[in-house]
């Protein structure tokens, strides 16, 4: 979704090329964000990327019940995904989205499959409190980074680099 | 109107940005160097998108009210007061993640 797009483009803004194919990801419902990724990738001049919808495991206070439903359709469909691209590796801001993807990840590497590495990056707007998507990849991210000083005390696993968007 | 895609152009026309806390909308006004009042609407927002606008507020980054009190904060406020805001660093997260994956 929007600020999360913008969020992840600043990431990759100062990535090299070596950083091939891109593989974007995100929900069905999400016009904008399409449009702000190719304007990104129109000004590199290494622009190999895909585009990827896949359903939103979870609408913004949904109930339970229903979102549990809606995440293992949303699973089905990010494994197939990942089965699919093989990434080496899954850079995520923190939508909802990108929890299914990184669960599949991590279970299709147990299946034998390439191992991704899962980085996340807590979006600059959580000063004091994590989202829930970092909260669950707290625990299974390979690097979990945040942006503000109050969250590396509270969760000492993570990177603190400063404010990196 | 409803959504651009790109409010640039009109920021960098404009003396003052009144905005929602949306963290897009707020960093990319405070990049541009732009004066901000950030409304906040306690009732319909996601708690969280009141982290980032309080804590800009507390650094003295941006003006802050709500929907009620906006009327007065326009009226009163003192633009000079508002201290610039630094900008991100995405290439030290290029460094880092060079590390990670193993390019050197």
Redesign the interface.
Known sequence: TGGHTTEILRLLSCLSESYSPRHYVFAHSDKMSEAKIRSFEEKRADSQFTLDCIPRSREVRQSWISSVVTTLYSILHSLRLIYKRKPDLILCNGPGTCVPVCLSALLLGLLGMKRAIIVYVESICRVETLSLSGKILYYFSDHFLVQWPDLKDKYPKSVYLGRIV | FR?K?SLAEDMRRADLVISHA???SC??TLEKGKPLVVVTNEKLM?N??L??A??LHRGGHVLYCNCSTLVETLQSMDLSTLKPF?????????L???K??G?Q
């Open positions: 959504y895609d949306g963290a897009g960093l990319e996601d969280h998108q982290e980032l309080k804590r630094p900008p991100g660093h995405p290439e030290k997260f290029a880092f993640l060079d990670v994956v390019f």
